[in-house]
Structures are given as C-alpha cells and as structure tokens.
Nanobody, 119 residues
Framework: QVQLVESGGGLVPPGGSLRLSCAASGSIRGFYVMGWFRQSPGKQRELVALMPSGSRSSANYGESVKGRFTISVDDAKSTVYLHMNALKPDDTAVYYC???????????WGRGTQVTVSS
C-alpha cells in the first residue's frame, strides 16, 4: 500500500505561481513513476507531469503545461512537487498525485487538491 497526501492548492490570479506537494508513504520500492494529473468539470483526467524513479532527468509533461510547470522530487522526504508558473484560467482543476509501479501494475491516487486560477 502507498499513501499519497497532496497540499498546496488554492486560489491564484492569472499569471501567478503555485507549488503543489505530494508526500508519499508506505511500500515505495523498486522502479516506479510518480507525478500529477488534473481534472476539471466535464473533462477527462489528463496528464500534467510524470517522473520515473532513478531517472530524474526524464520528466514527461502534458503539452498544455510544457515550459510553465516543473516537476521535482525530494527523495529524502519521499515528496514530489509541482511548480506551476504563468498560470492560466484553463489550469483550474483538481490536481491529483499518482504513484504507479509498472512491474506490479499497482496504481495509487491522492484525494486531490483544488487549484483555481481567477482574478
């Protein structure tokens, strides 16, 4: 079992910045991928950013956030961050942290944190 707890969401004006955090605990071992997805009302959940363990330079980003968002990991704290800059109203969504182990096909999700971009 893996537990994921997100924090850092809130209301931010267009053009602003925000940092989300996801603290992971439990059976975190071997090769895995951690990252962020988001979902807004009426839309499917979409990829924001993913980063595999052991290859911190191989981050993968959704097209709509490339150049604005950055994912990072603090291995000592088992925490993954999402640094969001130049936020747009279209970035408004619930952001979910995800842990995926491709060998065991296990998949865990956090409860989500709301990000609202509005003036």
């Amino acid at each position: 079992q893996v537990q994921l707890v997100e924090s850092g969401g809130g209301l931010v004006p267009p053009g602003g910045s925000l940092r989300l955090s996801c603290a992971a605990s439990g059976s975190i071992r071997g090769f895995y991928v951690m990252g962020w997805f988001r979902q807004s009302p009426g839309k499917q959940r979409e990829l924001v950013a993913l980063m595999p363990s052991g290859s911190r330079s191989s981050a993968n980003y959704g097209e709509s956030v490339k150049g604005r968002f950055t994912i990072s990991v603090d291995d000592a704290k088992s925490t993954v961050y999402l640094h969001m800059n130049a936020l747009k109203p279209d970035d408004t969504a619930v952001y979910y942290c995800n842990y995926h182990n491709p060998l065991s096909q296990s998949d865990y999700w956090g409860r989500g944190t709301q990000v609202t971009v509005s003036s």
